[in-house]
Structure formats: C-alpha cells, structure tokens
C-alpha cells in the first residue's frame, strides 16, 4: 500500500520561503493527480494546490496564486511545494494527498490517500 510522508515544515519569518516535500513508498501506483490542502486551527482544510499526472497541469486557490509552486518529480515519487512571500495567514498544517483522478482536482473528496501533515508557522 502506498504511503505519503511530507517533510520541510517549520518556522519562518513573514516574507520568507519554505519548501514542502511530500514523497510516496510502498506498493501501488501514483501515477494519478496530487495536491497540498492545508488546515489552520479552528478552521476547515481547504485545497492549496494541486498537479496533474504526469505534471503537465497544475491550480492554485486565489490566495496563494503567485506566491505558490507546486511541482513532481515522478522518478523521485515526489511532490513539492515552494511557497514564497508567506504570510502569517499561510500557518496550517500542510497535507499531501493523492487523488484518484489523473486530472487536477481541488475537492477533497477527489483524494483518497493522505499524509500526516507538516506544520508551517509563519510569524509576523
């Protein structure tokens, strides 16, 4: 069964930068669509971004447009996600999920495998 472990979660200043991993192991195919959600305390999660397979295609919600890159390495079984210029309204816990589509989606009944999730803080 395939597994999803993020990684590159933490602390930083307002303005900065942080690069999240999410990288897939065990048996099974990725090779379908994935995608960042996140949930900040008291709220629901809500969809960040997401990527085609085989990474062709990609979305952004409207707050993080610009200032968000998601990408795949498909050798690596890897996700990322560059965010940049964060902002103290970007601190959530961080989830990758795979969907079951191998268009990009942004709903989150699409997924059907989820990491654990990182946490970024952002402060002011």
């Known amino acids: 069964q395939v597994q999803l472990v993020e990684s590159g979660g933490g602390l930083v200043e307002a303005g900065g930068s942080l690069r999240l991993s999410c990288t897939a192991s065990?048996?099974?195919?990725?090779?379908?669509?994935m995608g960042w959600f996140r949930q900040a305390p008291g709220n629901e999660r809500e969809f960040v971004a997401g990527i085609s397979w085989p990474g062709t295609r990609t979305s952004y919600s409207g707050s993080v447009k610009g200032r968000f890159t998601i990408s795949r390495d498909n050798v690596k079984y890897t996700m990322y996600l560059q965010m940049n210029s964060l902002k103290p309204e970007d601190t959530a816990v961080y989830y990758c999920?795979?969907?079951?589509?191998?268009?990009?989606?942004?709903?989150?009944?699409?997924?059907?495998?989820w990491g654990q999730g990182t946490s970024v803080t952002v402060s002011s």
């Open positions: 999920a795979l969907s079951t589509s191998q268009n990009v989606v942004n709903k989150e009944a699409d997924y059907t495998l």
């Open positions: 065990g048996r099974g195919s990725t090779s379908n669509a």
